[in-house]
C-alpha cells in the first residue's frame, strides 16, 4: 500500500502531469486511477472488464499472465478501460516512477479512445452493462444450475469472434427470449429489426433460400434461428455479443493504441522528469516497454507501433533518411513533403487508421528493414521441421501483416444454408484466404455449433487444396470432399 506522503507525491504528480499533456495537445476523457494489488490487475486483464461473468477460460487466463508474471516472463504494468470517464489501475507494487511513466501511457490511450474514429460507437457504459449481464446469467445459474449455463457457455465463447459489426440484424435480444426476424409487412423503417415473433421460435423460411445472402454474422444467426433454444439461451447469445462488439476496436487498433501511448509517455516525461537519476531511470524502463519481440515469430506492438508513428513524424518534419522513397502526385511530379507538420500528423493518423491500413500506408521499406522484420515458415531439414525465413521482401512482409487482420485475424466463416438439403440442417462456408484451418480444433467448434443449433452442422473448407467438407450429425465427425 501507499504510505501517506507516496499518496499525497502520486495525487500531484497526476496533475502535473495531465497539464503537461494538454498544453502538448492530447485531449482525453477524464480519467480516475486507482492503485490495486498485482492480483486484481491480473484479474482484470484476464476477465477484460470489472465485473464481467464468470467463465472458466477467464481463470485459466488469470493463471497463465500469474505464472508468468512470478517467474519474470511478462509484467503488466497498468490496466485502462475505455469509458468516459476512462478508468484506470496501477500496480500498487510499481515504483514512483513507473506509475509516473504509467500515467502519461494512460493518458495516450484515453486520448486515442476518445478520438479515433472506430471507437466512435463505443457504449462508454459497459462496465455497468456488464454489471447487469454478471447479474443476468448469475439468475440463470440460480434457475436452471450452473453446470447447464456453464455448458452452454462453453458452447457460445467457441464462436464468440465470430459476428458482423456493421450488422443490425441483432442488436439485443429481450430477457423473454423472443427472436427477431424480418417481416414480409412494414409499418416502420425499424420493423425489419424490431418485430417480436409470438410463439414460433424457429419460423420456417419464406424464401427459397435462407438466408438470401450469405451472413457473416453466424452469433446473431444462432440466436435468432437457433432451433431448440430455450428464452435464457438466446439471452446469453446477445448478451456476449454486445460485449465482443466493445472490445472490436481494440482488436483493430492494436498496434497503433499501443505506439501512440507509448509515444506519449515518452514526450510528456521528457518535459516533466528534472533530475538526471529519474531520467535515466525512465529510460531504462522505456527501453524494456519498447524492446523488440524476443521471439521473431511475433512482434512487440508497442515496439511497431511507436517507430513508425517516430517514423511518420520525421518526414512529415521534412528530414529525409537515406532509402525514403520520392512521393508523387497524381500526375507523376515529386509531391514536396510539408515541413513542421509531424506532430499533427501523428494525432490526425491516429484518428483516422486502424493497423490494416496503418501499415499498409506507412510501413516503409526503409522501415522493415530497421526493424528487422521478415516472413517465416515450416520447412523439412534433415528429416525435422523447423521454422525458416521466407522472404525479407519489405511489401510481402509488410502484406503478410496486414493480411493478417483482415477479419481481426479471426477466420471468415459465414452462413450460407439454414435449411440445407431442407432438413433444418446448417451449412457453413470457410472463405480460404491460404491458411487452413485447424481440422482438430474445428470439429470440436462445429460441436459446439451443433449445440447451439440443434441440428447437423456442416462446414466447407479447404485442407491442403483440397475443398473439404466437416460435419457434425449429432454423434460422429466426418470428413469428405466438398
Request: one cysteine or more; charged letters at 30%; aromatic letters at 12%.
Amino acid at each position: 500500500m501507499l504510505s501517506f506522503a507516496e499518496r499525497e507525491e502520486l495525487e500531484r504528480s497526476i496533475e502535473e502531469i495531465w497539464e503537461i499533456a494538454l498544453e502538448m495537445g492530447y485531449d482525453p476523457y477524464p480519467t480516475h486511477f486507482e492503485v490495486v494489488p498485482v492480483h486484481v490487475i491480473y484479474e482484470l486483464g484476464a476477465y477484460g472488464l470489472p465485473a464481467r461473468f464468470s467463465h472458466w477460460t477467464f481463470g485459466r487466463d488469470y493463471h497463465r499472465q500469474k505464472t508468468s508474471y512470478e517467474y519474470g516472463y511478462s509484467k503488466i504494468y497498468e490496466i485502462v478501460f475505455n469509458t468516459d470517464p476512462c478508468q484506470a489501475f496501477l500496480m500498487d507494487s510499481n515504483s514512483m516512477l513507473s506509475h509516473k511513466l504509467i500515467i502519461a501511457h494512460v493518458i495516450g490511450h484515453c486520448h486515442f479512445f476518445k478520438h479515433n474514429t472506430y471507437f466512435a460507437h463505443t457504449d462508454r457504459r459497459m462496465v455497468e452493462k456488464v454489471r447487469l449481464h454478471r447479474d443476468r446469467i448469475i439468475q440463470y445459474e440460480e434457475e436452471y444450475g450452473w453446470r447447464a449455463v456453464e455448458d452452454f457457455m462453453d458452447a457460445v465463447m467457441c464462436v464468440e469472434e465470430h459476428f458482423d459489426p456493421s450488422s443490425t440484424t441483432l442488436r439485443s435480444i429481450p430477457a423473454d427470449g423472443s427472436p427477431f426476424v424480418k417481416s414480409d409487412e412494414r409499418k416502420t423503417d425499424y420493423d425489419d429489426i424490431w418485430q417480436v415473433l409470438g410463439k414460433e421460435a424457429a419460423p420456417k423460411p419464406r424464401h427459397r433460400k435462407f438466408p438470401e445472402e450469405p451472413e457473416k454474422d453466424l452469433l446473431s444467426f444462432l440466436a435468432r434461428y437457433g432451433r431448440d433454444l430455450e428464452p435464457w439461451q438466446r439471452d446469453i447469445i446477445s448478451m456476449v455479443r454486445e460485449e465482443m462488439l466493445y472490445f472490436l476496436p481494440q482488436m483493430r487498433t492494436k498496434i497503433m493504441n499501443e505506439g501512440f501511448a507509448s509515444l506519449a509517455h515518452e514526450r510528456i516525461l521528457e518535459r516533466y522528469l528534472t533530475k538526471s537519476e529519474d531520467i535515466w531511470e525512465f529510460r531504462r524502463l522505456h527501453s524494456g516497454v519498447l524492446s523488440p519481440s524476443p521471439s521473431k515469430m511475433n512482434i512487440n506492438p508497442y515496439y511497431v507501433g511507436f517507430q513508425i508513428l517516430k517514423d511518420i513524424e520525421r518526414r512529415w518534419d521534412g528530414k529525409v533518411e537515406e532509402g525514403d522513397e520520392t512521393e508523387l502526385d497524381w500526375l507523376g511530379r515529386p509531391h514536396p513533403r510539408p515541413k513542421g507538420e509531424g506532430w499533427q500528423k501523428i494525432f490526425e493518423v491516429c484518428e483516422e487508421e486502424n493497423d490494416a491500413s496503418f501499415l499498409r500506408k506507412y510501413l516503409t521499406a526503409p522501415l522493415v528493414k530497421r526493424l528487422d522484420m521478415y516472413t517465416y515458415r515450416k520447412e523439412e531439414v534433415d528429416g525435422e521441421e523447423v521454422w525458416q525465413v521466407q522472404t525479407t521482401d519489405w511489401q510481402q512482409v509488410r502484406d503478410s501483416l496486414v493480411n493478417g487482420m483482415t477479419n481481426f485475424g479471426v477466420p471468415v466463416i459465414k452462413v450460407e444454408d439454414g435449411d440445407y438439403q431442407r432438413r433444418g440442417e446448417l451449412y457453413l462456408k470457410h472463405y480460404h484466404d491460404g491458411k487452413d484451418l485447424d481440422a482438430n480444433y474445428t470439429e470440436k467448434t462445429i460441436r459446439a455449433i451443433y449445440r447451439l443449433w440443434g441440428r447437423p452442422v456442416h462446414l466447407e473448407t479447404e485442407l491442403e487444396n483440397v475443398p473439404t467438407r466437416l460435419s457434425f450429425d449429432g454423434e460422429v465427425n466426418s470428413q469428405e470432399p466438398a
